[in-house]
């Protein structure tokens, strides 16, 4: 069983940054790989981006506003069983409940319950 809990959101302006964290508790041996993903209300979960243990990354295309690469910097830190995403120029269409998800190695996710991004205009 891995715990995943989010912090970071947070209200703000558009074009301001956050930094979000995640940190996985529990049995991370597990994990191959942590995500963020967001999820609008009535909406599927989508993938935002991801990294594998050793830092490989990957960026989703989602459909509330294409892929956030340009804009976002993930980081892992496997020894602190963390996972950070720094978003910047945030703008009104990144309003929404971002979770951390983690991909085990039985073939599971983890996900956490996820931190509210609020941005206005």
């Known amino acids: 069983q891995v715990q995943l809990v989010e912090s970071g959101g947070a209200p703000v302006q558009a074009g301001g940054s956050l930094r979000l964290s995640c940190v996985a508790s529990g049995y991370t041996f597990m994990i191959n790989r942590m995500g963020w993903y967001r999820q609008d209300p009535g909406q599927q979960r989508e993938w935002v981006a991801s990294?594998?243990?050793?830092?490989?990354?990957?960026?989703?295309?989602?459909s509330f506003g294409g892929s956030l690469e340009d804009r976002v910097t993930i980081t892992r830190h496997k020894d602190k069983n963390a996972l950070y995403m720094k978003m910047s120029s945030l703008k009104p269409e990144d309003t929404g409940v971002y979770y951390c998800?983690?991909?085990?190695?039985?073939?599971?996710?983890?996900w956490g319950r996820g931190t509210q991004v609020t941005v206005s205009s």
């Open positions: 990294s594998t243990n050793s830092g490989a990354k990957s960026f989703g295309a989602p």
């Open positions: 998800g983690a991909e085990l190695t039985i073939g599971l996710y983890s």
